[in-house]
T-cell receptor
Framework: EAQVTQNPRYLITVTGKKLTVTCSQN?????MSWYRQDPGLGLRQIYY???????DKGDVPEGYKVSRKEKRNFPLILESPSPNQTSLYFC???????????????FGPGTRLTVL | DAKTTQPPSMDCAEGRAANLPCNHS???????VYWYRQIHSQGPQYIIH???NNETNEMASLIITEDRKSSTLILPHATLRDTAVYYC????????????FGGGTRLMVKP
């Protein structure tokens, strides 16, 4: 089954304790992205990646890092989490690429993060 | 990406067609209309997209006006599981960039 998986689904942590949220897709997509969703603010893009070793900032990259060492994985790293990073996080992938594709984005189930 | 306007909420009776409108009067020639939905804090789900012709798939139909300034998503036989927030997005195809979700329409399907 084609899917995007995220782990963990729920996480409660404390300020300053480094954490990683994993994202994996099994559709051989080149494009992957991270979003956060907050009440009243909709979905906002954090980082995206057009291919392995190619990443770029989205709208709200401050406080986050990403890496893309393999096509299927795109982890989101919070080096020193703060309470304002409490949010619902979504990873997405699509077959968009410079060669074409449908540009349809497939989203993971979400990770609800609470930073105390 | 062009701005879209959707009604904040709509109700629909179970088994009836749900018609969700979207205005995108500033759409440009190379921008597509996409529809996604989000069921209570789950990951957004792609529904359908189109450029200027009407489109249909197993989930829904998309009707785009001739001037492309508005469109309607049709769920032909709404079920309770279709209760969700529906987002209309206008964007350049294969831009490789982010989706911008506006407020969307909260569709409530009632028994």
């Amino acid at each position: 089954e084609a899917q995007v998986t995220q782990n963990p689904r729920y996480l409660i942590t404390v300020t300053g304790k480094k954490l990683t949220v994993t994202c994996s897709q099994n559709m051989n997509h080149e494009y992957m992205s991270w979003y956060r969703q907050d009440p009243g603010l909709g979905l906002r893009q954090i980082y995206y990646s057009m291919n392995v070793e190619v990443t770029d900032k989205g709208d709200v990259p401050e406080g986050y890092k990403v890496s893309r060492k393999e096509k299927r994985n795109f982890p989101l790293i919070l080096e020193s989490p703060s309470p304002n990073q409490t949010s619902l996080y979504f990873c997405a992938s699509s077959d968009a690429s410079w060669r074409g594709g449908t540009d349809t984005q497939y989203f993971g189930p979400g990770t609800r993060l609470t930073v105390l | 990406d062009a701005k879209t306007t959707q009604p904040p909420s709509m109700d629909c009776a179970e088994g009836r067609a749900a018609n969700l409108p979207c205005n995108h009067s500033t759409i440009s020639g190379n921008e597509y209309v996409y529809w996604y939905r989000q069921i209570h804090s789950q990951g957004p789900q792609y529904i359908i997209h189109g450029l200027k012709n009407n489109e249909t798939n197993e989930m829904a139909s998309l009707i785009i006006t001739e001037d492309r300034k508005s469109s309607t998503l049709i769920l032909p036989h709404a079920t309770l599981r279709d209760t969700a927030v529906y987002y209309c997005i206008v964007r350049v195809f294969n831009a490789g960039n982010m989706l911008t979700f506006g407020g969307g329409t909260r569709l409530m399907v009632k028994p």
